[in-house]
């Protein structure tokens, strides 16, 4: 029970559900912390969530790391705190130095978060009495729709009807992974306007390796969904028919060559990707020391 406890607020610290409204008075000139206003904490910001578990008393271990592209807006007396790849958004008041959040479902109390300054938001969350989550939001841009990646793919949906959609400038693209034991992936969602988004989520056992990962029988994974607008085409993507992802690091930067993949969608249309997506590996999750 108290393991099942620990998920569902991690849950809400990944943003992975609707919050209720905050609370709390906020106008662009009010003092949050040390001079720092609402306004100037709107932005995108990457938030690193680092679980630990008390396995004896005083004994922490490490048990997995989330790393997420946050967009933060001002929203009424409050912020809205909402996850890029999945869309979904938590609203938290603001006063006494911190970004306080409300009573969630499967959560027993409100919790809040320290505005060290206007880049810096951080705490320490009780997840149970042998669990808990350090949590770290750090500001990358004063941009509501910064491109965290880059990506050059060519999208195309194969049935019913030929539908060749070329993307290598995107409105809004962004970045989430997770280490645990076990699991390691990478999931990017780009966005066009209301034209289309494409998600595509890499997994894997261990932390990838360079190489080529050729489908089917891949050890790497290919999941996530798609939407195309015109005609309006939209899924889940299962493993892929046939295809590669060719994966690549140098010292800073970490690319996925995406050469005709070609995945199923539960609605029968076939989807072919084609292109690159390049990110700074800073963006994926590391095991906390």
């Avoid at 905050?22 to 990457?46: C, I, K, P």
């Amino acid at each position: 029970m108290k393991m099942q406890f620990a998920v569902a607020l991690i849950a809400v610290l990944g943003l992975s559900g609707c919050g209720g409204g905050g609370g709390g008075g906020s106008e662009d000139t009010d003092v949050v912390a040390g001079g720092v206003t609402a306004a100037q904490l709107v932005g995108t910001w990457v938030q690193t969530n680092n679980i630990y578990f008390e396995s004896t008393p005083g004994n922490w271990v490490w048990v997995r790391t989330r790393r997420q592209t946050i967009v933060v807006e001002q929203s009424g007396s409050g912020l809205l705190f909402t996850n890029c790849v999945s869309g979904d958004s938590l609203n938290g008041s603001i006063s006494n130095n911190a970004v306080t959040f409300p009573v969630q479902p499967d959560v027993a109390q409100a919790f809040a978060l320290e505005v060290v300054d206007a880049n810096t938001i951080t705490g320490t969350v009780t997840l149970s009495s042998i669990s808990e989550a350090d949590v770290e939001l750090h500001k990358v841009s004063g941009d509501t729709t910064i491109e965290v990646a880059s990506a050059n793919l060519t999208v195309t949906a194969l049935t019913p009807i030929p539908l060749p959609v070329p993307n290598s400038s995107w409105d809004q693209l962004c970045v989430e992974s997770q280490l645990q034991a076990g699991e390691y992936f990478t999931e990017f969602r780009g966005r066009v306007g209301s034209s289309f988004d494409v998600s595509m989520r890499f997994d894997s056992f261990t932390p990838f390796v360079a190489g080529t990962n050729t489908y089917p029988g891949a050890s790497m994974i290919v999941s996530g969904n798609f939407s195309l607008s015109s005609p309006q085409v939209e899924g889940e993507l299962s493993d892929p028919v046939s295809g590669s992802v060719g994966l690549g690091f140098t010292s800073q930067a970490v690319s996925y060559n995406i050469s005709n993949l070609e995945m199923q969608s539960d609605l029968g249309v076939n989807v072919r990707v084609n292109g690159t997506i390049n990110l700074n590996s800073s963006w994926l999750a590391d095991e906390s020391e």
